[in-house]
């Protein structure tokens, strides 16, 4: 699968124009390469909204009983005015990412806390891309 490189906004996994980090997660110490990063678009009502969703989806991520082996880490940005988040997740592979879709629940387990997640008031799932991580489209620039 070929993939697109990032868009210009994205300077880093940590900097995004446009957005502030709210909140950051990974496998802690794994040193796994990067071979796929997914940016996920989710639009909110208002700032509170979007950081009360993403403190849900680290509740749901701690409590999932089988999270997938390809996801390395995930980073997440709200937007300045307070209405979008942006998770910048990165994964081993695309094939792992569309793995982890594959039963239709997202990228977590059938549980009430992923549940919580996808049904979260003032939230509407905007989608996702998959894209080159940043890593390889420098080293094609350089």
């Not at 940016?39 to 989806?57: F, M, P, Q, R």
């Not at 680290?58 to 995930?74: N, Q, T």
């Not at 793995?99 to 549980?111: I, W």
């Amino acid at each position: 699968m070929t993939l697109p490189a990032l868009p210009p906004f994205v300077r880093g996994r940590t900097d995004l124009d446009g957005f502030t980090l709210y909140r950051t997660g990974g496998m802690a110490g794994r040193a796994e390469a990067v071979g796929c990063v997914v940016l996920v678009t989710i639009d909110t009502d208002d700032e509170a909204t979007a950081k009360a969703w993403v403190d849900s989806v680290f509740v749901a991520l701690a409590s999932d009983p089988k999270s997938h082996p390809g996801g390395i880490s995930a980073a997440f940005h709200v937007r300045n005015d307070g209405r979008q988040v942006v998770n910048y997740a990165e994964w081993r592979s695309a094939d792992d990412h569309v793995d982890a879709l594959s039963d239709g629940n997202g990228v977590g387990s059938a549980t009430a806390d992923w549940r919580r997640v996808q049904s979260f008031p003032g939230v509407r799932q905007g989608g996702f891309v998959r894209y080159r991580p940043l890593a390889q489209v420098q080293a094609e620039v350089e």
